[in-house]
C-alpha cells in the first residue's frame, strides 16, 4: 500500500504542476518513461525500498489526523 501512496502523492504533484502551466505533458511523459526505466535497472530495488519508506511515513502521518 506505501508506494502506491507514494506513487498516488507523485500523481497529484504531477496533476498540480500540469494545472499550474510549470511542466508541460511532455515533460510530465518523460518524467514517467524515466522512472520506468530508472526501475527496470538494477537500482530498482533501492528506490523500490525508499519509495516503501516514504509511502509508509506518509501513511502514518495520514492516520494521525
Not at 2 to 21: F, K
Not at 41 to 54: D, F
Request: with cysteine.
Amino acid at each position: 500500500m506505501s508506494v502506491v501512496g507514494a506513487a498516488v502523492v507523485l500523481g497529484v504533484v504531477i496533476v498540480m504542476l500540469l494545472r499550474l502551466r510549470v511542466l508541460r505533458p511532455s515533460g510530465a511523459l518523460v518524467c514517467v518513461l524515466f522512472g520506468l526505466v530508472l526501475a527496470a535497472t538494477p537500482i530498482g530495488g533501492a528506490l523500490t525500498h525508499g519509495l516503501q519508506q516514504v509511502g509508509d511515513a506518509l501513511w502514518r502521518e495520514v492516520t494521525r489526523l
